[in-house]
């Protein structure tokens, strides 16, 4: 395929050419069928694949975010346990190539279509525009390979979309219509829950990316601060509905994320820092995502962040702070006013007898940490209430339910055996007649009997005990 140069003299933009024949350029977003940018009648006769852009223009001038789509005869195939029929790079097309064709060429496979798809002139230039921080190399004619230099949505000039990719590029990221169409929000550097950039300072230890498969090529790829999910009880640990131990929960894919290895690392990290303000900062970041938790790595690591904290506050070398054969004999327990354990540094310079203020204010305790911690017990309690009182609503639904319908089937027979009366067409009128009396009394005290259970409207508490017992089979102890 031979590529033109860019004609910047008069500002134009000539269109790639492929056997001579010119490439119409696409608008963002666009897709479309077969030829030229996808294959047809492969591998089998009337089998057309499908194709789609995004947004992200190359200094090329080509689409940098391309996908292709199975044709429905390969879909019903059961060639592929794809969920999605898409490809989102040219190497997850060839893996699958080589999985279900065997036997195929891909060269001659690739050289049925042209891979590489031109954007229109006005998207070029607008990309070209955002495009003025970054060098831009011209392609080559003589070279197929263009260069892929991208622009950062948000204005980041540390997003890694700029950086220099390595030798194995990570898995691509899943194709995104929501919040990577906001004209200021970028995946690679944008936080999902606050649209503001992620620092990769000190091994990113502020934030956290989700990496969930999506399918067998494509990973989520949607990052967040660590502190903007604690805000939002999407990290941490979190009861309820959403249930999360020491995890990060994804608003972009539902995908959970364990937070003790990253909380490992970052604990690794504070071991090569010399700023005691940072070191701080970073593990009381730790102790937030780690509290609270059941799992038993969590809490191991969060006594090493507690121990660790305790020996800074008292002014142990940076050197002997991640020592942990070191016996703290200066570390007391401190019993917070809801049961939970604080570390409090008793033993520094001064005589035990003497109290300062420095230390008083030495208790790690931390407004949000424990605010966080109220809000999930008072959570737990509730969602605790909501199952006991669902079971006495099953069981009153259930009872309710029954004699409704019991009575709809009375109120049945009796039009029935009303309307028998009304013809005559029993031989004995008199046994009629005492029927549909019989019937009619069975209906007024069933109908009682659906009264007195409605009375369960005010709650089982403030129902009799006679009516629990009769109607619902509850027995209740005095």
């Known amino acids: 395929m031979k590529i033109d140069i860019y004609d910047e003299s008069d500002g134009s933009t000539p269109r790639p050419k492929e056997n001579g024949c010119s490439l119409k350029p696409v608008s963002p977003d666009e897709s479309g069928e077969g030829l030229p940018y996808a294959p047809v009648n492969w591998p089998n006769p009337g ?73 229109q002139k006005s998207s070029l230039a607008n990309g070209t525009a955002r495009l003025k921080h970054v060098p831009c190399i011209p392609p080559s004619e003589e070279s197929d390979s263009q260069s892929d230099t991208v622009c950062c949505k948000a204005g980041n000039k540390m997003c890694n979309s700029l950086l ?3 030798e194995n590029p990570p898995l691509a990221v899943m194709e995104c219509d929501i919040c990577c169409t906001e004209p200021k929000f970028c995946r690679d550097c944008c936080c999902i829950l606050c649209c503001k950039t992620i620092n990769s300072s000190y091994g990113g230890y502020d934030y956290i990316r989700c990496e969930a498969m999506m399918d067998e090529s ?25 249930g999360l131990d020491s995890e990060y929960y994804c608003r972009r894919c539902d995908a959970r994320t364990d937070l003790v290895s990253h909380v490992t690392r970052i604990l690794h990290t504070c071991e090569s820092l010399d700023s005691r303000d940072d ?110 009182q669902e079971s006495e609503f099953r069981m009153a639904e259930d009872s309710l339910h029954a004699q409704k319908n019991y009575l709809c089937n009375l109120y049945q027979q009796l039009e029935k055996e009303k309307s028998d009366l009304v013809r005559c067409t029993s031989p004995d009128p008199d046994a009629l007649l005492s029927t549909v ?21 005010n709650g089982f508490g403030k129902t009799s005990r006679a009516i629990l017992k009769e109607h619902f089979s509850l027995e209740i102890e005095e």
């Open 437 to 457: 009396l019989s019937r009619v009394k069975q209906i007024k005290g069933e109908v009682k009997k659906l009264k007195d259970m409605e009375e369960v409207a």
């Open 47 to 119: 089998d057309t694949w499908r194709w789609k852009v995004g947004k992200r223009v190359s200094g090329a001038g080509h689409y940098l975010d391309r996908y292709l789509y199975l044709p429905k005869s390969l879909r019903n195939a059961g060639l592929t346990t794809r969920k999605k029929y898409g490809f989102a790079s040219k190497l997850a097309v060839e893996r699958y190539i080589q999985t279900a064709f065997p036997g195929a060429n891909i060269n001659e496979f690739f050289a049925s279509f042209s891979w590489r798809i031109p954007a």
């Open 279 to 388: 070191i701080e900062k970073i593990l009381n970041l730790g102790v937030c995502i780690l509290r609270g938790s059941q799992k038993t790595s969590a809490n191991e690591v969060l006594k090493r962040i507690e121990v660790a904290i305790a020996k800074l506050k008292c002014g142990t070398c940076l050197e002997d702070i991640w020592k942990e054969e070191d016996n703290i004999s200066a570390i007391s327990m401190d019993v917070s006013h809801h049961g939970n354990t604080a570390l409090e540094v008793t033993t520094c310079q001064e005589p035990i007898g003497v109290r300062t203020s420095s230390e008083v204010m030495s208790t790690s305790f931390h407004y949000r940490t424990e605010s966080q911690k109220l809000e999930v017990e008072i959570d737990q309690v509730l969602q605790a209430l909501r199952k006991s």
């Open 218 to 242: 494509c990973i989520c790829g949607h990052a967040a601060h660590i502190d903007c999910a604690l805000r939002c009880y999407m990290a941490g640990t979190v009861g309820g509905s959403i």
């Open 164 to 166: 220099e990719q390595s």
